[in-house]
């Protein structure tokens, strides 16, 4: 038998062995056949498929390093890579690999173009305009995509005007270029304007009628009425029609479930919202009470007041960290603070959890390790990211809400920080919760059961933080907030060590960006509506009550 035969023979017997699911003697065929020196591309490639089929994402990986050694000017290979690295956290090396490939052919715009998502991804924001822009001026095809791909990074950077400036530039090459319609509708959402967003979310369903999210838009981006019948119809007509798009029509319903709650048909309301939650769990992984329990415990036995104190930097920086359960008032907090003249709001900022995940790994030993030296650095890169997007700020507050979680890290990397704490009453937040959509890794929120044991969990890990530095913590009660808001304001510009004004009063005027989903209750005046809204649904939800903890 030839080489050519033998070569095709053992190959063809290494893929049925994929397919009856022996990896282990396909492999053994594969590297057999690797030895021999021949159609080493073919082989490696066929060993990357094999290691993804029985998820050894590290094996792939080496071996995709081994293809673009072989192959060393071919941008599949360095996009599979790339997106491989990205997936499990090593964005860095993703980076390197492409920067590698752009020593070799450095007019490669697709190379560019990817490589400034991965500096995005990164937070090295100024690289990724840079990369945007050279693969632009290479040629890129479809580089109405790279200008709205632009838009976002440039919203992310909390500069609207250059931000739909490159929407702008994107509908000039193609007027009918969705993303970016979609895109600049809601950063006009985000600035406040109202009308200009709304009338395009109409114009992409003109365009296309099946434009789901532009239609959830609609019932968010105003207080649905009965005079708004038609848009009810039209939301319980798409939940029907939209069963190629699960995530589509998890937004869907959820937006369904507002615009029923909003003319008081809270039975039809709560359908929707449990329907809605009912696609999200299938998209999350399971919720473990006791996965979560474990890692509230290791917080607040490994954080001890002694180690917080024994590990603390010496800086001197105090920023302002907003944070709480989700959907308990710190976009409120943070909207009415960033109308005083010596604050301006940050939203929702995620480099302290990144910090957390891409320099702390494995957490929290890292932390426990590191010297102050290293600490002074984490600080200081944090300090520098924030910097970057908000150059000639005084007082920038954080409003990650989640970064309740990270306070053991906030107050060693920064001993002066100050922490505004939100809270409201447990029934309406919960609910609150189960009624938004909310996205990333937030599991226990597809169900009342789930949320009510993570908000006693952060209740519990809140009091040890108080317990830690109770002269850092302001606490701010919601329900209290809407009913007095001057003398809780008051208390808390002194605790933020600033004179009142009384812009903060007038906040719904403020012009800023607000990138949650508050972003139009914000623009509001103060009202109570919401507090008590829970027992709207006392019929619903049987027992709400019983599954807190007498003691929150």
């Known amino acids: 038998m030839n080489k050519a035969l033998e070569f095709n023979k053992t190959f063809e017997q290494a893929e049925r062995l994929i397919t009856n699911g022996r990896l282990q003697e396909a492999e053994e065929k594969f590297q057999s056949l690797l030895s021999t020196g021949q159609h080493r591309e073919e082989i490696l490639r066929a060993l990357v498929d094999l290691y993804l089929h029985g998820r050894q994402a590290g094996k792939a990986i080496e071996t995709l390093v081994a293809l673009t050694e072989e192959v060393p000017d071919r941008l599949y290979y360095y996009s599979r890579l790339g997106a491989?690295?990205?997936?499990?956290?090593?964005?860095?090396?993703?980076?390197?690999?492409?920067?590698?490939?752009?020593?070799?052919?450095?007019?490669?715009?697709?190379?560019?173009?990817?490589?400034?998502?991965?500096?995005?991804?990164?937070?090295?924001?100024?690289?990724?305009?840079?990369?945007?822009?050279?693969?632009?001026?290479l040629g890129i095809k479809n580089v109405q995509e790279v200008y709205s791909n632009m838009g976002v990074l440039y919203s992310e950077m909390r500069q609207k005007d250059k931000a739909i400036a490159m929407y702008d530039r994107?509908?000039?090459?193609?007027?009918?270029?969705?993303?970016?319609?979609?895109?600049?509708?809601?950063?006009?959402?985000?600035?406040?304007?109202?009308?200009?967003?709304?009338?395009?979310?109409?114009?992409?369903?003109?365009?296309?009628?099946?434009?789901?999210?532009?239609?959830?838009?609609?019932?968010?981006?105003?207080?649905?009425?009965?005079?708004?019948?038609?848009?009810?119809?039209?939301?319980?007509?798409?939940?029907?029609?939209?069963?190629?798009?699960?995530?589509?029509?998890?937004?869907?319903?959820?937006?369904?479930?507002?615009?029923?709650?909003?003319?008081?048909?809270?039975?039809?309301?709560?359908?929707?919202?449990?329907?809605?939650?009912?696609?999200?769990?299938?998209?999350?992984?399971?919720?473990?009470?006791?996965?979560?329990?474990?890692?509230?415990?290791?917080?607040?036995?490994?954080?001890?007041?002694?180690?917080?104190?024994?590990?603390?930097?010496?800086?001197?920086?105090?920023?302002?960290?907003?944070?709480?359960?989700?959907?308990?008032?710190?976009?409120?907090?943070?909207?009415?603070?960033?109308?005083?003249?010596?604050?301006?709001?940050?939203?929702?900022?995620?480099?302290?959890?990144?910090?957390?995940?891409?320099?702390?790994?494995?957490?929290?030993?890292?932390?426990?390790?590191?010297?102050?030296?290293?600490?002074?650095?984490?600080?200081n890169e944090y300090l520098s990211h924030v910097h970057e997007l908000f150059p000639d700020a005084k007082n920038i507050t954080d409003k990650k809400p989640d970064n309740f979680l990270l306070l053991g890290l906030i107050k060693i990397l920064f001993p002066a920080a100050r922490i505004v704490y939100t809270r409201r009453n447990p029934s309406d937040n919960c609910l609150s919760v189960y009624f938004q959509q909310l996205g990333g890794n937030l599991n226990y929120a597809t169900d009342l059961k789930n949320i009510a044991h993570y908000y006693n969990l952060h209740v519990r890990l809140m009091r040890h933080w108080t317990d830690c530095f109770p002269d850092n913590i302001f606490t701010v009660d919601y329900d209290e907030l809407v009913q007095s808001p001057e003398p809780v304001l008051r208390q808390l510009l002194d605790f933020l060590g600033l004179e009142w004004s009384d812009r903060c009063l007038a906040f719904n005027r403020t012009a800023n960006l607000v990138q949650t989903a508050s972003v139009w209750q914000v623009r509001e005046e103060l009202h109570t509506r919401s507090s008590g809204r829970w027992q709207n649904y006392a019929n619903f939800v049987p027992g709400i009550q019983s599954l807190f903890d007498k003691n929150v």
């Not at 400034?116 to 840079?130: D, N, Q, S």
């Not at 532009?214 to 039209?234: E, F, Q, Y």
Request: charged fraction near 25%; proline fraction near 4%; include cysteine.
């Open 170 to 379: 994107a509908l000039e090459i193609d007027k009918k270029y969705l993303p970016a319609w979609f895109n600049k509708a809601g950063i006009l959402e985000e600035s406040g304007q109202r009308q200009q967003a709304r009338d395009i979310y109409k114009r992409i369903l003109e365009q296309d009628p099946r434009h789901w999210d532009s239609l959830a838009r609609l019932a968010h981006i105003d207080r649905v009425t009965s005079n708004d019948k038609h848009l009810i119809t039209a939301l319980q007509q798409a939940v029907v029609q939209a069963t190629d798009n699960p995530q589509a029509r998890e937004g869907l319903y959820f937006a369904l479930g507002k615009a029923l709650d909003d003319t008081g048909q809270y039975e039809q309301a709560f359908d929707a919202y449990r329907t809605a939650n009912e696609m999200g769990r299938i998209r999350n992984p399971p919720y473990d009470e006791q996965v979560v329990e474990r890692y509230f415990n290791a917080q607040i036995k490994q954080f001890s007041g002694d180690v917080i104190q024994n590990k603390q930097s010496t800086l001197a920086a105090s920023p302002i960290f907003v944070c709480g359960m989700f959907r308990s008032g710190s976009t409120l907090i943070e909207q009415i603070l960033g109308s005083h003249p010596e604050i301006t709001s940050g939203g929702e900022l995620d480099f302290m959890p990144w910090l957390a995940s891409t320099r702390l790994m494995p957490w929290p030993q890292k932390l426990m390790e590191a010297n102050r030296q290293d600490l002074v650095a984490l600080a």
């Open 84 to 137: 491989l690295l990205d997936g499990i956290g090593e964005t860095a090396a993703a980076i390197t690999h492409y920067q590698r490939l752009l020593r070799r052919q450095p007019r490669l715009a697709e190379a560019h173009f990817n490589l400034a998502l991965l500096y995005k991804r990164c937070k090295r924001y100024a690289e990724a305009v840079t990369a945007y822009e050279t693969a632009i001026n």
